[in-house]
């Protein structure tokens, strides 16, 4: 009981009948295929899927009615490439929000704990990412080290913290891991100087290195202290504990 | 022994303060270190109370798995309830405890009925684990600091000195438990005993500082800490231990602190010499 099938006659060199239905036979044909406008005709086969927005789109370029064809496939989406958000704002990452908070860390004695406010984690990133390519600059490639012990030195602030405030001590892990990577900013220019500071100078080296260490100690420990309650008796307590962390990253940059 | 006033039925049991012995009493042995609720004379009407569930809920099992928790890990909140004044007195006491003209003894107050050890800031003789956790950071730092004095520094050497660390931490911590145990009942709580521990660092960080700024004063330095870490620990074993014994036997217990005192001595030498195979 099998089904006889029309099948084309296999001939490559066949002459006009052959080769017509042959042809015709290649023509794509989706599931689900409105009738295609001629205009479209130009365009790249798989643009055919979606013709509404095909046709739409068509003069913003092959890339852009390519996304918006491919996400519209769904049914609904957004209807074209200029409603869709730019890339950094669905990311999260503010560029100018994270130049404003870098820029505050800049001068070790006025802290402004109002930018500071919304933690993020992709300043302290970018941060990160800078003091590891001047780190290969010199020569370490410490990439998994730093993030490790940033990891771990934030999480070693944040019990601090808490333990020390006690009932009414809220800092939370993210807030604490902003703020450590933001006050990583002096490790990072002083990693940037070291490149320059040549090998032989001992004590010069220690001099610099403290004064960009106790920097980073002051920054972070009031902008813990101000943003977070309960840490306003135990600030020397938390100062020193800031101090330790940052000591322990200079250790990778001058060593 | 922790609780001179027998199991009482209707209290709330899950702080696990740590209870005094006072040292003058010959300790008397009880039931169950903090008066569980669940058994003695107040358990039936209290699983009555909870109906069907009673039982279920406060079943054996789970009552000794509660009561050794908050027996082992006593409230961590207790130990950091510190001020800078009590850091600076402590840091005196424990790198120069001959100085130390007061007791030796912790104060006790009586809280809801049963005695409790007053907390750090009051008193300055109680544990806090903010000296010895800021101890061990400074001792690692300090360490990586003189390996790479001596050009040694990597930051594998510095991940096996926390470790070596942490192991003599633990050494610390068990040979302080052993004499405890083979005395007594060892029913201090887990925190003090590791806070005690902790205290060992100081002296050794002061010692590796000393190595850094001119490397003749380490073998000045480390027999000095040795004997202040063994003079501070004795003297504070000394009430927990007489405290914790079931028996007077005194000479033993002088032994088993001379012990205590002289273990120091491998242990800190061990520690503080720094190089970058962490085994010697």
Redesign the interface.
Known sequence: MTKEFAVPPVDFAGGSTAGANFQQRRVPTAPFQPPRPSSVSSSIPFMSFDAASAAASTPAGPFGGTIASSSSFGGGGYASFEDEEPLLDELGIRPDQIWKKTRSILNPFRINKTVHKDSDLSGPIFLYLALCLFQLLAGKIQFGVILGWVVVSSIFLYIVFNMLAGRNGNLNLHTCTSLVGYSLLPVVMLSAVSLFVPQGAGPVRFVIAAAFVLWATRACSNLVVSLADGGEEHRGLISYACFLIYTLFTLLVIF | MYNNMGPQPGMPMHQGIPQPGMPMHPAIPQPSPFGNPFSGPGSGLIRSGLGAYGEKIFGSSSEYVQSNISRYFSD??YY?????QY?RNKLKIVLFPFLHRGHWTRISEPVGGRLSYKPPIYDINAPD??IP??AF??Y??LA??S??LYGK?S?EA?NWLFVKGMVGWFLQVMLLKISLLSLGSGEAPLLDIVAYAGYTFTGLCLAVLGKIIWGYSYYVLIPWTCLCTGVFLVKTMKPVLFAEARSYDSSRHHYLLIFVALAQFPLLIWLGNISVNWLF
Do not use: E
């Open positions: 961590p909140q950091f309830q510190v001020n800078d850091v684990l903010y956790l800021m950071g400074t690692v730092v990586g600091l390996l790479g520094f930051p510095l």
